[in-house]
C-alpha cells in the first residue's frame, strides 16, 4: 500500500496524506471466524511487530473511533432491534469510512504500522457469505470508501466451526453477540467465504491453522510476519 495510489473521491485527494520521512507503514489485518483466537494472537503480533523496532497502531473493527464503537454496538449487541441486512452493510461500512480517515490513513501517513482486528475481508465473509448479500455490494462499498486501499498483509486465523463455536462458549461469560449467537450453518458459510478469499488472493491473505495448541499457532504466525518483514525490506 502506498498512499501515494489512494487520492480519489470525485477527484479530491481526500486520502492524500503527508508521508512520513520514513515512508508509509504497513496495513496489517487479521480474520477468522469467531472463536478462531483473534484476541490473543492479534497482541502476539503486536509483541512480534514491537520488538522489530515497529511503531504499531492496533485499532479494531467495527469500531476504533467513537462514532464507529458507537456503531459496533449496535450492530453487535442491539438483539432486539431488527436490523436488515443491507443496512447492517451500511452501517459497518460507515464505521470504516470514520475509521479510515481519522485513524489508519494518519497513522499510516506517520510511518506507524496499523494492525487491525478485521477489516473489509470480514465483510466479504460475514455480510456476504454468511448473510448471503451479493458480493459486488461489498466490492461497490469497498472501492467508494477505500479506493485502492487494501491490507498489505492479512493473517487469516482458521478453524472449523465446530471448534469456533466450543471456542465462544468457552471463552465467554457474557451474553454472546449477534454474531456470535448464529448457528454453526452461518459460521460454516463465513469460513468458506474467507477460504475463497484466501485463494483468489494468496499474496495477501495467508491462512495459518488455528485449530492446533496457541503456542503451535503462533510459531505459523511469526513465520508469516517475519516472511512479510523480509519481504517488506524493513526488518
Ligand atoms: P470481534 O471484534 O469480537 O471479532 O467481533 C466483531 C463481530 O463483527 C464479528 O462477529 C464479525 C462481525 N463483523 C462483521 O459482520 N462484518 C465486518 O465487516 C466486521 C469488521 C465484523
Known amino acids: ?117 478485521r477489516f473489509t475481508d470480514a465483510t466479504f465473509a460475514y455480510q456476504s457469505g454468511g448473510r448471503g448479500l451479493p458480493w459486488s455490494h461489498v466490492e461497490v462499498l469497498e472501492r467508494m470508501v477505500q479506493g485502492d486501499l487494501r491490507p498489505d498483509l492479512t493473517v487469516l486465523l482458521d478453524v472449523d466451526p465446530e471448534t469456533g463455536v466450543r471456542r465462544t462458549r468457552q471463552r465467554s461469560n457474557t451474553e454472546p453477540d449477534r454474531f456470535e449467537a448464529q448457528k454453526v450453518g452461518f459460521r460454516r458459510k463465513v469460513r468458506k467465504a474467507y477460504l475463497d478469499l484466501a485463494q483468489s488472493d494468496p499474496g495477501r491473505i495467508r491462512i495459518v491453522d488455528a485449530s492446533a495448541a496457541v503456542r503451535d499457532v503462533q510459531v505459523q504466525i511469526r513465520r508469516v510476519i517475519e516472511r512479510f518483514i523480509g519481504d517488506a525490506g524493513t526488518g
Open 1 to 117: 500500500m502506498r498512499l501515494k495510489h489512494i487520492s480519489w473521491v470525485e477527484g479530491k485527494n481526500r486520502y492524500l496524506l503527508p508521508v512520513s520521512k520514513t515512508g508509509a507503514g504497513k496495513f496489517i489485518t487479521v480474520e477468522g471466524q469467531d472463536g478462531a483466537g483473534k484476541t490473543t494472537n492479534i497482541k502476539f503480533i503486536e509483541d512480534v511487530l514491537r520488538g522489530y523496532g515497529f511503531d504499531v497502531y492496533l485499532t479494531r473493527e467495527p469500531g476504533g473511533t467513537d462514532l464507529g464503537e458507537i456503531l459496533r454496538r449496535l450492530v453487535l449487541q442491539e438483539h432486539e432491534l431488527h436490523i436488515d441486512a443491507l443496512a447492517e452493510l451500511l452501517i459497518i461500512f460507515a464505521a470504516r469510512a470514520q475509521h479510515l480517515s481519522e485513524r489508519i490513513l494518519p497513522a499510516l501517513s506517520t510511518g506507524a504500522w496499523v494492525l487491525c482486528d
